[in-house]
């Protein structure tokens, strides 16, 4: 995911030094104290680029989101949610060359122009995969019109094939402002493409080509911004990094696909109506968790590469950016789970209220999945892409069934899945992780604290106050309400229980942004 002009590079954030080089900072037992500051600061600066690029845009793009939601049915959303059965092939056009640009700092420059030619010809076979099996899927679907569909959207996997080392390199060089201009202006492009596309009445293909024309959009820049050379493969100079990708594309693959199984298990059992509601209320409800952690998750590997034989600066990372992601993500997901039946009807109209159900139960799970994020990337960082590779593997058998036995309840009984089995799956990977870093489990539960109890007493005062207002209020007003409610509930317990420790982040977040 990143190209290099020399072995000794210093990278840059749109101006901003990074001083030491990550892997004598790796080496050093006793890192010095500048050189740690300066790594916290831009890692600040990257975090706060990708927030206000990510907000700045999502404001826009979720606005004509909601009108494309208006337009189209849950079953155009449904057809689409059908070729997750292909996510695989998608990350044959990877193969972990990306993540490998970024950690492997050894590579020369001619590996890394003989990666640039394997990554083009992966999306190129990917592809021609896809559209061998659009058939059958479509057949096993029942599904005719399913195949032209898997042969326009599986086109990205040439798009994507063509960009990655491009983008792994403007990912180790830090160049995070650039990279999220791009990511905001292709969710901007997206989103006006595909209301348009929906308003002229293209139905599910006002999806297919909004999406198309927004990765279009950002591999363009993205090549542009930092082309590579290339270079016929040979097998002695590309084994080394794509042996060390192989585990972690197994595992983003293996990841993907049982992230995916609850669309199967839905749209198998239940039919595409049924996976349309699903579909979106999966999305809805782990909105909050999504934009909060990709300001950290987009940017974290490149520092966790720069750190990992530092495990004091591992752990004081790991404590500090899990209480900031905690604070932000466990009111954002359960209160948007507690006030789910006034918002569907309000914001998206009475025809997705069948989403409620599993938008309220999969809001637990997003608010617990914000916080674990972390733990995968630190572990690969540190050497152990293998272990979580295994861990992603048997969490497939473990959630397949877990959703086929909830599917009997409906798409409420396919949501419960993931909150009774979920937890179970990734202890392993905490068990590793502390072990790893030496980090005792209350030295890592004690910075949730805030969050807790603030969450906490937030729930007791919307369930309160949803009991004592009058049935037959106005839905808005009471979803307003029951909103403010939360929000006041939630400030005034960090305020009174947690003032100095909320004051002490926001000091040390000043402190660095002024150098």
């Given at each position: 995911m990143q190209s290099e002009q020399s072995l000794v590079l210093k990278p840059e954030l749109d101006g901003i030094s990074v001083a030491a080089q990550p892997d004598s900072l790796s080496t050093r037992k006793e890192p010095d104290s500048s050189s740690t500051r300066k790594m916290d600061r831009s890692l600040l600066d990257s975090v706060a680029w990708n927030t206000a690029t990510d907000w700045i845009s999502q404001i826009f793009t979720w606005a004509l989101f909601l009108i494309t939601i208006r337009v189209l049915s849950p079953a155009d959303f449904?057809?689409?949610?059908?070729?997750?059965?292909?996510?695989?092939?998608?990350?044959?056009?990877?193969?972990?060359?990306?993540?490998?640009?970024?950690?492997?700092?050894?590579?020369?420059?001619?590996?890394?122009?003989?990666?640039?030619?394997?990554?083009?010809?992966?999306?190129?076979?990917?592809?021609?995969?896809?559209?061998?099996?659009?058939?059958?899927?479509?057949?096993?679907?029942?599904?005719?019109?399913?195949?032209?569909?898997?042969?326009?959207?599986?086109?990205?996997?040439?798009?994507?094939?063509?960009?990655?080392?491009?983008?792994?390199?403007?990912?180790?060089?830090?160049?995070?402002?650039?990279?999220?201009?791009?990511?905001?202006?292709?969710?901007?492009?997206?989103?006006?493409?595909?209301?348009l596309f929906a308003w002229r009445g293209w139905g599910y293909w006002a999806l297919i080509f909004g999406g198309m024309a927004g990765g279009i959009l950002r591999s363009t820049l993205v090549l542009l911004a930092r082309p590579h050379a290339y270079a016929f493969p040979r097998w002695s100079s590309v084994s080394q990094p794509l042996a060390f990708g192989r585990h972690c594309v197994v595992s983003t693959m293996a990841a993907d696909v049982y992230e995916s199984l609850d669309n199967f298990t839905a749209g198998r059992v239940l039919g595409p109506a049924a996976l349309g509601l699903y579909g979106m209320a999966w999305t809805l409800a782990n909105l909050p968790m999504e934009k909060v952690t990709s300001m950290v998750t987009m940017v974290i590997a490149t520092y966790l590469a720069a750190i990992k034989n530092d495990l004091a600066a591992l752990r004081r990372y790991i404590r500090n950016l899990t209480e900031c992601i905690a604070l932000l993500t466990f009111p954002g997901c359960v209160g948007l789970g507690l006030v789910v039946h006034e918002f569907v009807p309000v914001v998206l109209g009475p025809k997705w209220l069948g989403m409620a159900g599993p938008m309220a139960v999969l809001s637990i799970y997003a608010g617990l999945r914000s916080i674990v994020a972390l733990i995968p990337k630190l572990l690969v960082s540190m050497g152990n892409s293998r272990f979580v590779m295994w861990v992603d593997l048997i969490t497939l058998p473990v959630l397949g069934i877990a959703f086929y036995i909830g599917s009997y309840w409906g798409i409420t009984g396919i949501a419960w899945g993931w909150v009774v089995a979920y937890p179970w799956v990734v202890l392993p990977l905490y068990r590793k992780a502390f072990a790893a870093i030496k980090m005792s489990a209350m030295e890592y539960l004690r910075p949730l604290r805030p969050a807790l109890e603030g969450t906490i007493v937030m729930t007791m005062a919307v369930v309160s106050v949803r009991h004592a207002l009058p049935g037959n209020w106005i839905v808005s007003v009471r979803l307003a309400l029951e909103v403010l409610t939360g929000v006041l509930f939630y400030a005034a317990t960090l305020w009174l229980r947690h003032r100095e420790r909320i004051f002490a982040l926001v000091q040390t977040i000043k402190d660095l942004r002024r150098g």
């Open positions: 449904g057809l689409l949610a059908l070729q997750v059965v292909l996510l695989p092939l998608a990350y044959t056009s990877t193969l972990g060359i990306g993540r490998a640009v970024v950690t492997l700092r050894e590579l020369t420059e001619e590996q890394i122009s003989q990666l640039n030619t394997v990554g083009l010809l992966l999306g190129l076979g990917s592809y021609a995969l896809a559209a061998a099996a659009a058939l059958p899927v479509a057949r096993f679907y029942k599904i005719p019109r399913l195949v032209p569909v898997i042969l326009v959207s599986s086109l990205g996997m040439i798009i994507n094939g063509a960009q990655l080392v491009s983008n792994g390199l403007m990912m180790k060089e830090m160049r995070y402002r650039a990279l999220c201009t791009f990511n905001a202006l292709t969710a901007v492009v997206t989103a006006l493409l595909t209301v």
